[in-house]
C-alpha cells in the first residue's frame, strides 16, 4: 500500500488536514491528520466522506463550445479572443471574472493579477463576498488590516466561548469539537447568539435567540455594561481611538430591539464581562447582513475596549466558510483589494504592485461587487465573463435574475470539475478543471494556517489546473513574461516576494520568510501560520496594542443597530433565514456524490413553528410554497420549536440539478451592505401557504431518474438513487408515468393500483430482484424510506407494502452517518437501554464515535426522550 498524502480538507473553513491513500483504482482513502495543528486527526462527516465524492461521475473531461468537446489550443484561443476583442471594443471594465474560495492560493494570485495588472479593471470578485466580506470591512475599519487577531488554539483555552451567528456544531464542527474538549477539560461555558436554536446549542449554557438582525444592539448593551461594570482596560484603550463616540453611540442604542428579556442580556452581559478569557466566534449570521460590517464591528468594539485581543484563550474570531476565503483574502481575490493586504485606493500600494508585476497601470478604483458584477451582466455593461468553480446560478440572492443575465451575456466561460451545473449549462464555452485531489497548491485557513494541499490522483481526461489554464489565457492575450509560470511553486515564490513589499509598506500580511522555498521545500512545506518573515512568525496579532491604521492605533466604531432592510408586512409575514445543514457543502456538486452524506437530510425543507403551522393549516410532511417578491419554492414542511414564531428557516443547497423548485436563493432580495457589499442571506421576507398537491409520490431505484413532475427532489443512496414528487396536474397512467421516471421501458413490473383512494404502487423486476419502486398517494407518502432505499438491487419478495418485514425494527432517518445510525434506533436504545449520554450511545450503537458531528443531535434525541419520560 503506498504511503499517505498529507493534503487538507475541501470544504469549509476550518482547513483540516488529511491523509490521502489512493486506491490504484481511482479512489481515496481518507483520515485525519494527526498533526495538523488545526483538527490533530480529527474529520467531520463532510471530511470523512470525501472519498466518495473523487470519481468520476459528471465529470467534465474536455472543452466544450456550446456543448460539443474541442481541444484545448482551440479553447484557450477563444477565450483569449473574445475576451481581447471585447476589451479593445468596450474597455477593460466590460470584462470580469467571478471566482471562488474553492481556488488554491496559486490560481487566485494568477487570476487577480490577470484582471488587476494585464487587463486593468478590478472587476474580479469571489463568492467569498456571499461569505465573509463584512468580516473583511470590519476588520479593515478596527484593525487598519483584514486581520484575523487569534489562532485556534484560544479556543482551547477559552473559559467562554460566544457563538454569534454560528451554527459551530453543524458548519465548522471540528473547531465545535475542540470547543466541546476544551469544556471537558476546562469546564468552557458556551452561549449562542442566534434566532434559531441550531445544534450549537444543544449543549450550550445559554442560548440567546434575538430578533433577527439585532446583533449591534445586544453587543452596544454589552459596551454600555462593560463600562458601567468598570471593566474597560483603560490601559489598552490607549492605543485605541473612538471609544467615546462608540460609547456614546452604545449608550444611545436600545437593547429591546432584541427581543431578549433583560433577565437574557443581564445574564450574558454579566457572564462576559466577568470572564477574562473570552472569545467571541462569529461567522455567517454576522456577515450575510445589510448591517454585516457594522455587526462586526460591534463585537470587535468590546473586545477592544477591554484589551481582550490577541492573548491566550480571548479575541474576536471570524470562521469563514470555504476552505482558501482566506487565501483570497490575501491574495486580493475581491474587487476592493489588492493583493497582499495591500489597499487599491492607496497611490503608493498600486504602485508598488504595478512595479513588481511589471504591468500597466492599476485600476484605481474597486471593481463591481458580486452583486453588482451580475447587474452590470444583466445590463449589458459585462460583455465577456469568466466565472470559475463556482454557482451563481444558484447562490447568488436573486438567483433567478442572475441565471438570466448569465444566459444573456454575449460570452461566457464557466471553469468547473463539472458540466452538471446550473450555471455550467449556461456558459458558452466549458473548461475542464482539475479537481481537489487532482491539484497542487496552497490554501489558508480561518486562523491564517497556510498549508499545502497536494495531487494525489491523476488529472483525468483533459483536465488542467486552474493556474495553468489562467496563465495560458494571460500569455495568449500578450502578457507572456508575466504568466510564464512553470507550476504552483513558482507562483508562491513570486506571491511570498511580494508579500515582503506589502510587509515593508507597513501591513501584517508577510510571507517573504517562505520566498526562498525550492520544489523541494514547497513540497515539503508543513502547516504555516502567517506572517513568516525575517523579524515575525506565527502567533496572534494585536496584543502588543500595535495595529495597522496611520498612528497605529486601533478603531472602535460608533454604530446603531437597523432593523433587516426588507420589512415583513401583511403580503409577506415571515422572515426567511437560509443556511446550512450538517452533511452537504456549498450547491452540493461534490457532497451529492456521496449517499452517505445524503441520508441525512435528503430534501429541502422549510422550518416553521407550530403555531404558524397551526394557522396556515399545514402538517408535518406537507409541502408549502414559500413566496417572496423575488421568487418562490416549493419545500417539505418540518413544524418545529427551533424557529421562532413568524420566522421560516431554509437550507440553501439545492439546485435545477437536485431539487428545481427548492432553489432558496431564488427568493432572497439582492440587498448588500453598504460598506462590504455582502447581500442580506438571512432577513428575506416570505409567505408560506400549503402546495396543495393532487399526488405525491416516493420512488427508489438503481439507476439515475428523470423527474418531470412540479416539486420533486432527488438524492444518491448506497443503492441508488431515491427521489421525493409532487405534482397538481392528475396523471391518468401511473405505468407509463413510472416507465418514463425510471427509463424502463419494457421491464416486468408488479403493481397495485387504487383509482378510488388516488394511490398507486409499482415495483419493476430483473428476476427476483427490485431495480425501482414508485409509491404514489393523495396524501404525502408515508412509508419506511430509510428500508425501501436499502432495496435495490435485492431480492424483494414484498417490497410494494413499503414497510419492514415485521421482524425488521425501522432504524428511521439516519443520524449518525458515519455508521449509519438512525433516529429510530438511538431513541429505542436510548428509552430500553437508559442511556443517559451521548457517551453511552456511542459504547451502545457506535454512534458519534467518529467523526463527532452528529454529538449535538444524539444529546437532543436523549433531552426529549428524557423529557418525554418525565412526562409520562
Ligand atoms: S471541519 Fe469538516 S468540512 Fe471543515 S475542514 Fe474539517 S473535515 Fe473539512
Redesign the pocket.
Known amino acids: 500500500m503506498r504511503a499517505a498524502t498529507r493534503s487538507?480538507?475541501?470544504?469549509?473553513?476550518?482547513?483540516?488536514g488529511?491523509l490521502l491513500t489512493p486506491d490504484g483504482h481511482g479512489g481515496l482513502d481518507v483520515k485525519?491528520d494527526p498533526d495538523h495543528p488545526?483538527?490533530r486527526g480529527?474529520?467531520?462527516?463532510?471530511?470523512?466522506a470525501?472519498g466518495e465524492t473523487v470519481g468520476l461521475d459528471e465529470r467534465l473531461l474536455a472543452p466544450r463550445w456550446h456543448g460539443r468537446e474541442i481541444g484545448w489550443d482551440a479553447a484557450l484561443q477563444t477565450v483569449a479572443d473574445r475576451f481581447a476583442n471585447t476589451i479593445a471594443r468596450h474597455g477593460p471594465d466590460s470584462v470580469a471574472f467571478y471566482v471562488s474560495g474553492q481556488l488554491l492560493t496559486e490560481d487566485y494570485y494568477v487570476a487577480n493579477k490577470l484582471m488587476k495588472g494585464f487587463i486593468g479593471s478590478a472587476n474580479i470578485d469571489t463568492n467569498s463576498r456571499l461569505c465573509m466580506a463584512s468580516t473583511v470591512a470590519g476588520h479593515r475599519r478596527a484593525f487598519g488590516t483584514d486581520t484575523v487577531p487569534g489562532t485556534y488554539e484560544d479556543l482551547d483555552e477559552a473559559d467562554l466561548v460566544v457563538l454569534v451567528g454560528s451554527n459551530l456544531a453543524w458548519c465548522?464542527?471540528?473547531?465545535y469539537q475542540r470547543v466541546l474538549a476544551a469544556r471537558a477539560a476546562r469546564g468552557t461555558r458556551i452561549v449562542v447568539i442566534d434566532p434559531r436554536r441550531t445544534a450549537s446549542c444543544e449543549q450550550a449554557d445559554m442560548h440567546l435567540a434575538l430578533a433577527p438582525g439585532s446583533d449591534v444592539a445586544l453587543f452596544n448593551t454589552l459596551l454600555v455594561a462593560l463600562r458601567e461594570g468598570g471593566a474597560l482596560d483603560e490601559g489598552f484603550l490607549r492605543h485605541v481611538e473612538g471609544s467615546d463616540d462608540t460609547l456614546e453611540a452604545a449608550h444611545a442604542d436600545d437593547p429591546a430591539k432584541t427581543g431578549l428579556s433583560a433577565e437574557e442580556i443581564d445574564a450574558f452581559c454579566r457572564m462576559w464581562m466577568g470572564t477574562e478569557r473570552v472569545v467571541t466566534v462569529f461567522s455567517q449570521g454576522v456577515n450575510q447582513s445589510a448591517q454585516g460590517s457594522d455587526k462586526v464591528n460591534a463585537i470587535l468594539n468590546c473586545h477592544l475596549a477591554t484589551g481582550r485581543i490577541g492573548r491566550p484563550g480571548m479575541g474576536p474570531f471570524s470562521v469563514t466558510g470555504q476552505?482558501n476565503a482566506m487565501g483570497g483574502r490575501e491574495v486580493g481575490g475581491l474587487a476592493n483589494t489588492l493583493a497582499c493586504h495591500l489597499e487599491l485606493e492607496d497611490p503608493a500600494h498600486r504602485a508598488a504592485v504595478q512595479a513588481f508585476w511589471e504591468s500597466g497601470p492599476l485600476p484605481q478604483a474597486p471593481g463591481l461587487k458580486a452583486v453588482e458584477m451580475f447587474r452590470a451582466v444583466g445590463r449589458g455593461d459585462i460583455r465577456a465573463l469568466w466565472i470559475i468553480h463556482t454557482n451563481p446560478a444558484v447562490s447568488m440572492p436573486d438567483a433567478d435574475a442572475v441565471k438570466a443575465a448569465i444566459a444573456g451575456c454575449d460570452f461566457v466561460v464557466v471553469s468547473d470539475v463539472t458540466g452538471a451545473t446550473d450555471t455550467a449549462r449556461l456558459a458558452d464555452m466549458l473548461l475542464p478543471a482539475t479537481a481537489w485531489a487532482e491539484k497542487d497548491g496552497t490554501v489558508t485557513?480561518s486562523d491564517r494556517t497556510i498549508s499545502r494541499q497536494r495531487a494525489v490522483l491523476p488529472a483525468p481526461g483533459a483536465a488542467r489546473p486552474d493556474w495553468a489554464i489562467l496563465a495560458e489565457v494571460g500569455r495568449r492575450m500578450g502578457f507572456h513574461a508575466a504568466f510564464d509560470y512553470a507550476g504552483p511553486a513558482e507562483i508562491f515564490r513570486e506571491y511570498a516576494a511580494l508579500s515582503g513589499i506589502a510587509g515593508q509598506m507597513g501591513r501584517d500580511f508577510d510571507i517573504s520568510g517562505l520566498g526562498a522555498l525550492d520544489e523541494a521545500g514547497y513540497a515539503a512545506l508543513p502547516p504555516t501560520r502567517w506572517p513568516v518573515s525575517p523579524g515575525r512568525s506565527g502567533g496572534r496579532f494585536f496584543g502588543d496594542g500595535r495595529f495597522f491604521h496611520p498612528g497605529g492605533k486601533a478603531r472602535m466604531l460608533p454604530v446603531t443597530a437597523r432593523p433587516p432592510a426588507a420589512r415583513a408586512g401583511r403580503r409577506y409575514p415571515f422572515r426567511l433565514n437560509t443556511g446550512r445543514i450538517r452533511d452537504q457543502?456549498h450547491t452540493m456538486t461534490r457532497t451529492a456524490l456521496s449517499p452517505r452524506l445524503s441520508a441525512h437530510l435528503a430534501e429541502p425543507f422549510l422550518d416553521l413553528h407550530p403555531e404558524d403551522a397551526a394557522r396556515l393549516k399545514v402538517s408535518a410532511a406537507d409541502l408549502v410554497r414559500v413566496k417572496s417578491p423575488e421568487g418562490q419554492a416549493i419545500l417539505r414542511a418540518r413544524i418545529t420549536r427551533d424557529v421562532a414564531p413568524g420566522q421560516v428557516f431554509a437550507p440553501m443547497h439545492w439546485t435545477g440539478e437536485t431539487a428545481p423548485s427548492a432553489r432558496i436563493d431564488a427568493l432572497v432580495a439582492a440587498v448588500t451592505d453598504p460598506v462590504s457589499g455582502q447581500p442580506e442571506s438571512k432577513a428575506a421576507v416570505a409567505a408560506v401557504e400549503r402546495f396543495d398537491a393532487a399526488w405525491y409520490g416516493f420512488a427508489v431505484s438503481a439507476t439515475p431518474l428523470a423527474p418531470e413532475a412540479e416539486y420533486w427532489a432527488r438524492a444518491r443512496t448506497p443503492a441508488g438513487w431515491r427521489a421525493e414528487l409532487a405534482g397538481r396536474a392528475p396523471v391518468a397512467d401511473w405505468e407509463a408515468e413510472a416507465r418514463r421516471l425510471f427509463g424502463l421501458p419494457d421491464a416486468p413490473l408488479q403493481s397495485l393500483m387504487d383509482a378510488c383512494r388516488g394511490s398507486a404502487r409499482l415495483a419493476f423486476l430483473d428476476g427476483d430482484r427490485l431495480i425501482a419502486a414508485l409509491f404514489v398517494s393523495r396524501a404525502p407518502v408515508a412509508v419506511m424510506r430509510d428500508y425501501l432505499v436499502t432495496l435495490p438491487g435485492t431480492a424483494v419478495p414484498e417490497a410494494l407494502t413499503g414497510r419492514t418485514p415485521a421482524d425488521r425494527p425501522d432504524p428511521g432517518p439516519v443520524l449518525c452517518s458515519c455508521f449509519g445510525v438512525g433516529v429510530n434506533t438511538i431513541l429505542t436504545a436510548v428509552e430500553r437501554q437508559g442511556l443517559m449520554s451521548v457517551d453511552a450511545v456511542g459504547q451502545a450503537l457506535q454512534a458519534g464515535t467518529n467523526?463527532g458531528?452528529c454529538r449535538s443531535e444524539i444529546a437532543g434525541l436523549i433531552a426529549r426522550a428524557q423529557t418525554k419520560e418525565a412526562a409520562e
Do not use: D
Open positions: 487538507t480538507c475541501a470544504y469549509c473553513g476550518v482547513g483540516c488529511v485525519g488545526a483538527n480529527r474529520l467531520c462527516s463532510k471530511g470523512a470525501l465548522h464542527p471540528v473547531l476552505p485557513n457543502w467523526c458531528s
